[in-house]
């Protein structure tokens, strides 16, 4: 697991936006989890990741705070794994507050035939 800086992270998911990545999100608190499949990043500002999965259906994830790590497979929880697609490059997000994290799985756009 290797630190991203803000800015890396900030980069890469700009890098994901434009190659219209298909995006994975696995979010956990002590209380619930949640993941949310076939999302997409949507143009967004600084301190603020915007996710949509869905026409109306958009999470906004504040950053302000955030720390950031590159994963590899085996980094990813053991009991989230099969939520997880083969990605080809996944981000660990932690708030301020240790206990909410989020996971974004970046994986080749679906091609429609």
Do not use: H
């Not at 993941?35 to 990043?41: A, L, M």
């Not at 080809?88 to 909410?100: A, F, G, K, T, Y």
Request: some cysteine; charged content about 20%; proline content about 5%.
């Amino acid at each position: 697991m290797d630190t991203l800086s803000s800015n890396q992270a900030l980069t890469l998911f700009g890098k994901w936006e434009r190659e219209n990545k298909s995006i994975v999100l696995l979010f956990s608190t002590p209380a619930a989890a949640m993941s949310f499949k076939n999302g997409r990043i949507v143009p967004f500002v600084d301190d603020c990741l915007m996710l949509s999965f869905g026409e109306d259906n958009i999470l906004r994830i504040f950053l302000q705070a955030a720390t950031f790590w590159r994963l590899e497979a085996g980094d990813i929880p053991e009991d989230s794994r099969e939520v997880v697609p083969k990605f080809e490059q996944c981000v660990r997000i932690v708030s301020e507050n240790p206990e909410l994290q989020c996971f974004l799985c970046a994986t080749s756009p679906l091609i429609s035939g």
